[in-house]
């Protein structure tokens, strides 16, 4: 079992839609969850980060965690076409000596016109 | 603009040439990291520096080496490339170890022929 596993893509929307990226993580201690975009050739980016269990909005994002479950999702509201990318869940473990994230494979979104 | 700037964005080496890779910060950030990325692959993290602190993972190859001469410069030396080392490189940095996200350059595309 991977540690960081993503729904397999590719996912595909149209325009103006709700596009919902999922991530499951293996271990229970991790403490903070990130979502990058990586367009195609290029370097992730932050979009979003959540370190407790709820909802939290920015823009037309929204990324949810449950730690129980040890799931964490993002939502794309009113998805446009340049929101068409990979995103990459990403996890760093709760220990006290660990400034690094374990990564999914993505999840590759488009967007149709 | 604050930023993490790789060199180069392309490099082609030979079988067995011994290549460095460069990457520079100025978000004074305590931690680098050197992240091995393969087409449609998740980022693997190689190793990463806290201050000077050396972590390397245990499943990095002792192929990969690291060097930090001070807080804005980390490089990356592959002594001699595989065909397999073709990848994209990712440098990333962050501000402390735990909770918090990683900054990163727009990688360094290796070609190994």
């Known amino acids: 079992q991977k540690e960081v596993e993503q729904n397999s893509g590719p996912l595909s929307v149209p325009e103006g839609a709700i596009a919902s990226l999922n991530c499951t993580y293996s271990?229970?201690?991790?403490?903070?969850f990130f979502w990058y975009r990586q367009y195609s050739g290029k370097s992730p980016e932050l979009i979003m980060s959540?370190?407790?269990?709820g909802d939290k909005e920015d823009g037309r994002f929204t990324a949810q965690l449950n730690k129980a479950s040890q799931y964490v999702s993002l939502l794309i509201r009113d998805s446009q076409p340049s929101d068409s990318a990979t995103y990459l869940c990403?996890?760093?473990?709760?220990?006290?000596?660990?400034?690094?994230?374990?990564f999914g494979d993505g999840t590759t979104l488009t967007v149709k016109p | 603009d604050a930023m993490v700037i790789q060199n180069p964005r392309y490099q082609v080496t030979q079988f067995g040439k011994p290549v460095t890779l460069s990457c520079s910060q100025t978000?004074?950030?305590?931690?680098m990291y050197w992240y091995q990325q393969k087409s449609s692959q998740a980022p693997k993290l190689l190793f990463h520096?806290?201050?000077?602190?050396?972590?390397n993972e245990a499943d990095t190859p002792d192929n990969f080496q690291s060097r930090r001469p001070n807080t804005s410069f980390c490089f990356l030396d592959i002594r001699s490339p595989g065909l397999g080392d073709a990848a994209m490189y990712l440098c990333?940095?962050?501000?402390?170890?735990?909770?918090?996200?990683?900054?990163f350059g727009q990688g360094t595309r290796l070609t190994v022929v």
């Open positions: 990333a940095t962050s501000r402390r170890t735990g909770v918090t996200e990683a900054f």
């Open positions: 271990d229970r201690v991790s403490q903070s």
């Open positions: 959540i370190y407790s269990n």
């Open positions: 990403a996890v760093n473990p709760g220990n006290t000596n660990a400034g690094k994230s374990t």
């Open positions: 978000l004074n950030h305590n931690v």
């Open positions: 520096y806290y201050d000077k602190d050396f972590n």
